[in-house]
Every structure is written in C-alpha cells, then in structure tokens.
C-alpha cells in the first residue's frame, strides 16, 4: 500500500476530490495549511487580513493524503495531477508518495487494502 500526500492550492480541491472519486477512492484526510506553509520560489504574496495589509513569504494550500493500493496508484497519480494543475506560474503544488506497511480500521478491525477503500455501494443515508 501506498500514502499518497499531495499539497494544492486551495481552489483544486473538489477538482482533485472530483478526479479521485472517478477511479473509486472515495475517502481522503484533508488538511488547511494556514500558517507556516509551503514556501515558493515566486518572491511574497500579498493579501489583507482583518482590514491590514500583509506581505508573506508563505502560500496558502491544502494537503490531501489518501492510502491506496499499489495497483491504484499509477490512476491516484493521474488523476492528482489532473485535479491540481493550472499551468499558471507560482506552483501547482507537489506529490510524495510513502509506503505503508499496515493499515487497520478502527471500527471493524478490517486490514490492509480492504481497510483503504472498501467498496462503494451508492449514496449513504443519513439513518
């Protein structure tokens, strides 16, 4: 199995999300990074927080991590990239990929790829 963490920019998330969901994962951790971020090569950004003008060094972005199988990852990857890019300057973001030796669902004790991505059976209800 494989942990895939990717860091995007805040808008490419429901594409990114949208673009997972199209080969079947449908779970992922997502987390807002909103303070000491990723550092790009562009020189500062510039924005306004609670009516003061601040220039940074730091770019806002979200980091996703999924664990998939190793047959899905090649398809994660694709569709990543797919979700993420904008082909404008001032970084997409970035990809790392970590192996993972075991993983356990908490609720039904189940392991390994079956505890990643069960299957999906359609819409969940709220009962």
């Not at 003061?52 to 991590?65: L, N, Q, T, V």
């Not at 664990?67 to 797919?82: F, P």
């Not at 001032?90 to 991505?117: H, L, P, Q, W, Y």
Request: overall charge negative; aromatic content about 8%.
């Amino acid at each position: 199995m494989k942990q895939l963490s990717a860091i995007i920019r805040p808008f490419k998330l429901d594409d990114v999300s949208d673009a997972l969901a199209t080969i079947g994962i449908q779970g992922m951790t997502v987390t807002e990074v909103t303070e000491a971020i990723g550092f790009d090569q562009r020189i500062g950004y510039f924005e306004i927080r609670r009516g003061h003008a601040y220039a940074s060094d730091f770019i806002p972005r979200i980091k996703i991590e999924v664990v998939i199988s190793d047959e899905k990852l090649d398809d994660a990857l694709a569709a990543v990239i797919r979700g993420a890019r904008t082909g404008k300057t001032g970084g997409d973001g970035k990809i790392f990929v970590t192996e993972v030796s075991e993983v356990i669902r908490i609720r039904t004790g189940e392991m390994g790829d079956r505890a990643c991505n069960p299957p999906f059976y359609g819409e969940l209800s709220a009962s």
